[in-house]
Protein backbone atom coordinates (compact mmCIF):
# COMPACT_ATOMS: atom_id res chain seq x y z
CA UNK A 1 0.00 0.00 0.00
CA UNK A 2 1.35 3.43 -0.67
CA UNK A 3 2.42 5.75 2.43
CA UNK A 4 3.35 9.06 2.52
CA UNK A 5 6.12 9.60 0.85
CA UNK A 6 4.64 7.26 -2.29
CA UNK A 7 1.33 9.62 -2.19
CA UNK A 8 3.86 12.67 -2.24
CA UNK A 9 5.70 11.26 -5.52
CA UNK A 10 2.41 10.27 -7.29
CA UNK A 11 1.47 14.36 -5.95
CA UNK A 12 4.32 15.54 -7.63
CA UNK A 13 4.73 13.65 -10.99
CA UNK A 14 1.18 14.37 -11.56
CA UNK A 15 1.27 18.71 -11.13
CA UNK A 16 3.85 18.12 -13.69
CA UNK A 17 1.89 15.98 -15.83
CA UNK A 18 -1.82 17.56 -15.62
CA UNK A 19 -2.23 20.72 -13.79
CA UNK A 20 -2.84 23.28 -16.40
CA UNK A 21 -5.44 20.65 -18.16
CA UNK A 22 -9.15 21.05 -19.25
CA UNK A 23 -11.09 18.00 -18.78
CA UNK A 24 -13.64 17.52 -22.03
CA UNK A 25 -15.54 14.64 -20.32
CA UNK A 26 -14.97 11.54 -18.01
CA UNK A 27 -15.37 8.27 -18.12
CA UNK A 28 -16.30 5.78 -15.68
CA UNK A 29 -16.61 2.12 -16.29
CA UNK A 30 -16.50 0.68 -12.30
CA UNK A 31 -18.84 2.94 -10.52
CA UNK A 32 -17.73 2.01 -7.38
CA UNK A 33 -14.59 3.43 -7.35
CA UNK A 34 -16.37 6.67 -7.39
CA UNK A 35 -18.05 7.46 -3.76
CA UNK A 36 -19.29 10.77 -3.80
CA UNK A 37 -21.57 11.37 -5.50
CA UNK A 38 -22.90 7.91 -5.83
CA UNK A 39 -23.82 8.01 -9.60
CA UNK A 40 -21.11 8.05 -11.87
CA UNK A 41 -22.83 10.23 -14.14
CA UNK A 42 -23.32 13.19 -11.94
CA UNK A 43 -19.65 12.92 -10.92
CA UNK A 44 -18.80 13.03 -14.79
CA UNK A 45 -20.84 15.58 -15.65
CA UNK A 46 -20.17 17.74 -12.74
CA UNK A 47 -16.22 17.51 -13.99
CA UNK A 48 -16.61 18.33 -17.64
CA UNK A 49 -15.32 21.89 -18.00
CA UNK A 50 -13.31 22.01 -15.35
CA UNK A 51 -9.61 23.07 -15.29
CA UNK A 52 -6.83 20.55 -12.74
CA UNK A 53 -5.34 23.65 -11.09
CA UNK A 54 -3.18 22.02 -9.10
CA UNK A 55 -2.81 18.97 -6.99
CA UNK A 56 -2.41 18.23 -2.96
CA UNK A 57 -2.23 15.56 -0.61
CA UNK A 58 -3.44 15.16 2.93
CA UNK A 59 -2.23 12.30 4.41
CA UNK A 60 -2.51 9.26 2.05
CA UNK A 61 -5.01 10.82 -0.32
CA UNK A 62 -4.53 13.48 -3.29
CA UNK A 63 -6.48 16.42 -3.75
CA UNK A 64 -7.08 17.52 -7.12
CA UNK A 65 -7.87 20.88 -6.69
CA UNK A 66 -10.34 22.50 -10.01
CA UNK A 67 -12.04 25.10 -10.94
CA UNK A 68 -14.78 24.66 -8.85
CA UNK A 69 -14.09 21.09 -7.49
CA UNK A 70 -12.29 18.88 -5.56
CA UNK A 71 -11.42 15.38 -6.15
CA UNK A 72 -10.20 13.24 -3.55
CA UNK A 73 -8.97 10.20 -4.32
CA UNK A 74 -7.42 7.21 -2.43
CA UNK A 75 -4.99 4.59 -4.17
CA UNK A 76 -5.47 2.17 -1.40
CA UNK A 77 -3.52 -1.17 -2.14
CA UNK A 78 -2.66 -1.06 -6.03
CA UNK A 79 -4.33 2.66 -7.73
CA UNK A 80 -2.15 4.18 -10.10
CA UNK A 81 -2.34 7.21 -12.16
CA UNK A 82 -1.27 7.39 -15.80
CA UNK A 83 -1.10 10.16 -18.46
CA UNK A 84 -1.53 8.52 -22.47
CA UNK A 85 -2.40 9.99 -25.51
CA UNK A 86 -6.03 9.02 -26.68
CA UNK A 87 -4.82 6.72 -29.27
CA UNK A 88 -2.97 4.88 -27.10
CA UNK A 89 -4.70 1.02 -26.39
CA UNK A 90 -6.20 1.74 -22.51
CA UNK A 91 -5.01 -0.83 -20.68
CA UNK A 92 -7.03 -3.82 -18.44
CA UNK A 93 -8.28 -2.89 -15.12
CA UNK A 94 -8.58 0.95 -16.13
CA UNK A 95 -11.83 2.04 -14.56
CA UNK A 96 -11.82 5.73 -14.44
CA UNK A 97 -10.55 8.24 -17.69
CA UNK A 98 -10.22 11.81 -17.87
CA UNK A 99 -10.51 12.88 -20.85
CA UNK A 100 -8.24 16.35 -21.52
CA UNK A 101 -9.38 18.58 -24.33
CA UNK A 102 -6.04 18.62 -25.74
CA UNK A 103 -5.92 15.10 -26.33
CA UNK A 104 -4.42 13.42 -23.60
CA UNK A 105 -6.02 11.47 -20.89
CA UNK A 106 -5.42 10.74 -17.50
CA UNK A 107 -6.03 7.28 -16.74
CA UNK A 108 -6.98 5.32 -12.93
CA UNK A 109 -5.98 2.22 -12.84
CA UNK A 110 -6.72 -0.23 -9.87
CA UNK A 111 -6.19 -3.99 -10.37
CA UNK A 112 -7.20 -4.98 -6.48
CA UNK A 113 -10.43 -2.26 -7.21
CA UNK A 114 -10.22 -0.79 -3.72
CA UNK A 115 -9.10 3.05 -4.47
CA UNK A 116 -11.56 5.55 -4.01
CA UNK A 117 -12.78 9.14 -5.24
CA UNK A 118 -14.88 11.69 -3.48
CA UNK A 119 -15.38 14.91 -4.90
CA UNK A 120 -16.01 18.00 -3.41
CA UNK A 121 -16.37 21.90 -3.37
CA UNK A 122 -13.74 23.25 -2.18
CA UNK A 123 -13.13 23.75 1.42
CA UNK A 124 -15.87 20.94 2.07
CA UNK A 125 -13.96 18.10 1.63
CA UNK A 126 -12.38 18.54 5.09
CA UNK A 127 -15.78 18.47 7.15
CA UNK A 128 -17.02 14.94 5.68
CA UNK A 129 -15.33 11.49 4.95
CA UNK A 130 -12.75 10.51 4.38
CA UNK A 131 -10.62 13.66 5.20
CA UNK A 132 -12.39 14.60 8.44
CA UNK A 133 -10.82 12.43 11.34
CA UNK A 134 -7.37 13.22 10.08
CA UNK A 135 -4.83 13.73 12.27
CA UNK A 136 -1.01 15.80 12.17
CA UNK A 137 0.58 15.59 8.77
CA UNK A 138 4.32 14.79 9.80
CA UNK A 139 5.82 16.84 6.80
CA UNK A 140 4.37 19.77 8.17
CA UNK A 141 5.43 22.39 10.91
CA UNK A 142 2.08 21.99 12.81
CA UNK A 143 4.12 18.25 13.12
CA UNK A 144 6.18 19.79 16.64
CA UNK A 145 7.56 17.65 19.50
CA UNK A 146 4.44 18.97 21.64
CA UNK A 147 2.03 17.95 19.30
CA UNK A 148 2.61 14.61 18.39
CA UNK A 149 2.84 13.94 22.01
CA UNK A 150 -0.23 15.40 22.90
CA UNK A 151 -1.42 12.95 20.32
CA UNK A 152 -0.04 10.21 21.45
CA UNK A 153 1.81 10.31 24.70
CA UNK A 154 0.30 8.72 27.94
CA UNK A 155 -2.27 6.44 25.77
CA UNK A 156 -2.03 2.23 27.08
CA UNK A 157 -2.07 0.97 23.41
CA UNK A 158 1.09 -0.16 21.64
CA UNK A 159 3.07 2.42 19.54
CA UNK A 160 2.75 0.85 16.27
CA UNK A 161 -0.68 0.72 16.08
CA UNK A 162 -0.59 4.17 17.17
CA UNK A 163 1.23 5.05 14.56
CA UNK A 164 -0.37 3.45 12.22
CA UNK A 165 -4.13 5.07 13.18
CA UNK A 166 -4.61 8.35 10.96
CA UNK A 167 -6.51 10.04 12.98
CA UNK A 168 -3.08 11.09 15.59
CA UNK A 169 -0.72 11.10 12.75
CA UNK A 170 -0.69 10.61 8.82
CA UNK A 171 0.95 8.59 6.20
CA UNK A 172 2.82 6.05 8.01
CA UNK A 173 2.14 2.84 6.99
CA UNK A 174 3.30 -0.24 8.04
CA UNK A 175 6.60 0.28 6.20
CA UNK A 176 7.94 3.38 7.34
CA UNK A 177 6.39 2.85 11.15
CA UNK A 178 9.00 -0.30 11.21
CA UNK A 179 11.50 1.59 9.65
CA UNK A 180 10.85 4.83 12.19
CA UNK A 181 10.69 2.37 15.26
CA UNK A 182 14.25 1.22 14.61
CA UNK A 183 15.95 4.20 14.02
CA UNK A 184 14.32 5.74 17.21
CA UNK A 185 15.63 2.43 18.85
CA UNK A 186 11.79 1.73 20.64
CA UNK A 187 10.16 -1.82 20.35
CA UNK A 188 6.53 -1.50 18.59
CA UNK A 189 5.05 -3.26 21.65
CA UNK A 190 5.97 -0.54 24.00
CA UNK A 191 2.64 0.97 24.97
CA UNK A 192 2.58 4.98 24.45
CA UNK A 193 2.42 5.78 28.07
CA UNK A 194 5.79 4.09 29.09
CA UNK A 195 7.85 5.99 26.75
CA UNK A 196 10.40 8.49 28.19
CA UNK A 197 10.79 12.00 27.60
CA UNK A 198 13.95 11.01 25.50
CA UNK A 199 12.26 8.28 23.16
CA UNK A 200 9.47 10.61 22.29
CA UNK A 201 12.09 12.99 21.15
CA UNK A 202 13.61 10.37 18.73
CA UNK A 203 10.78 8.99 17.46
CA UNK A 204 9.66 12.39 16.73
CA UNK A 205 12.62 12.95 14.64
CA UNK A 206 12.61 9.50 13.45
CA UNK A 207 9.07 9.68 11.86
CA UNK A 208 10.09 13.37 10.10
CA UNK A 209 13.65 11.96 8.62
CA UNK A 210 12.25 8.34 7.63
CA UNK A 211 9.64 10.01 5.40
CA UNK A 212 11.70 13.21 4.21
CA UNK A 213 14.33 10.52 2.76
CA UNK A 214 12.25 8.51 1.56
CA UNK A 215 10.13 11.76 -0.14
CA UNK A 216 13.78 12.49 -1.33
CA UNK A 217 13.94 8.98 -3.09
CA UNK A 218 11.09 9.24 -4.97
CA UNK A 219 8.69 6.44 -2.47
CA UNK A 220 9.65 2.90 -2.11
CA UNK A 221 8.94 0.26 -4.75
CA UNK A 222 8.33 -2.69 -2.51
CA UNK A 223 6.00 -4.58 -4.73
CA UNK A 224 5.32 -2.91 -8.11
CA UNK A 225 4.68 0.55 -6.96
CA UNK A 226 4.79 2.81 -10.24
CA UNK A 227 4.82 6.80 -10.04
CA UNK A 228 2.47 8.34 -12.52
CA UNK A 229 5.00 8.97 -15.13
CA UNK A 230 5.73 4.75 -14.55
CA UNK A 231 9.18 5.60 -12.85
CA UNK A 232 9.75 2.92 -10.43
CA UNK A 233 10.86 4.27 -6.60
CA UNK A 234 14.28 4.17 -5.78
CA UNK A 235 13.94 3.68 -1.78
CA UNK A 236 13.77 -0.07 -1.40
CA UNK A 237 17.84 -0.35 -0.85
CA UNK A 238 17.66 2.54 1.76
CA UNK A 239 15.04 0.29 4.13
CA UNK A 240 17.17 -0.54 7.23
CA UNK A 241 14.84 -3.04 8.79
CA UNK A 242 11.72 -3.46 6.60
CA UNK A 243 11.48 -6.85 4.74
CA UNK A 244 15.12 -7.59 6.34
CA UNK A 245 14.13 -10.66 8.02
CA UNK A 246 17.26 -13.02 9.30
CA UNK A 247 19.42 -10.28 8.00
CA UNK A 248 22.46 -8.49 9.96
CA UNK A 249 20.81 -5.21 12.00
CA UNK A 250 22.95 -2.58 10.23
CA UNK A 251 23.59 -1.37 13.87
CA UNK A 252 24.65 -3.99 16.00
CA UNK A 253 24.92 -7.15 13.57
CA UNK A 254 21.68 -9.59 15.29
CA UNK A 255 19.68 -10.68 12.86
CA UNK A 256 16.73 -9.04 12.52
CA UNK A 257 12.88 -10.67 13.76
CA UNK A 258 9.90 -10.98 12.12
CA UNK A 259 6.77 -11.17 14.22
CA UNK A 260 3.36 -9.92 14.51
CA UNK A 261 1.94 -7.06 16.30
CA UNK A 262 -1.35 -5.66 15.95
CA UNK A 263 -2.36 -7.99 13.33
CA UNK A 264 0.37 -6.28 10.79
CA UNK A 265 4.19 -8.15 10.46
CA UNK A 266 6.26 -6.09 12.21
CA UNK A 267 10.66 -6.40 11.89
CA UNK A 268 12.30 -5.75 14.68
CA UNK A 269 16.33 -6.11 16.42
CA UNK A 270 15.94 -7.76 19.30
CA UNK A 271 19.21 -5.75 20.97
CA UNK A 272 18.63 -2.20 19.74
CA UNK A 273 14.61 -2.03 20.32
CA UNK A 274 14.62 -3.49 24.19
CA UNK A 275 11.21 -5.15 24.22
CA UNK A 276 8.46 -3.62 26.66
CA UNK A 277 9.19 -5.01 30.55
CA UNK A 278 6.47 -6.50 32.57
CA UNK A 279 4.29 -4.04 33.90
CA UNK A 280 4.14 -3.51 37.55
CA UNK A 281 1.77 -4.20 39.86
CA UNK A 282 1.03 -0.59 40.77
CA UNK A 283 2.03 2.93 39.21
CA UNK A 284 4.89 4.54 41.00
ZN1 LIG B 1 20.54 -3.96 16.22
Redesign the pocket.
Known amino acids: MPELPEVETVRRTLIQLVAGKRIDRVTVSLPRIVQRPQEPEAFAAALAGQTIRTVERRGKFLRIVLDDLVLVSHLRMEGRYGVYGQDEPVELHTHVIFHFDDGTELRYKDVRQFGTMHLFAPGEEFEQKPLMKLGIEPLDESFTLGAFKQALAGRTTKIKPLLLNQEYVVGLGNIYVDEAL ?1 TAGIHPERTADTLKSSEWQKLHEAVRSTLERAVDAGGSSIKSYVNGQGEMGMFQHQLLIYGRKNE ?7 A ?1 EKSVVGGRGTHT ?5 KPPRPKPAARE
Open positions: FPCSRCGRICPSCQ
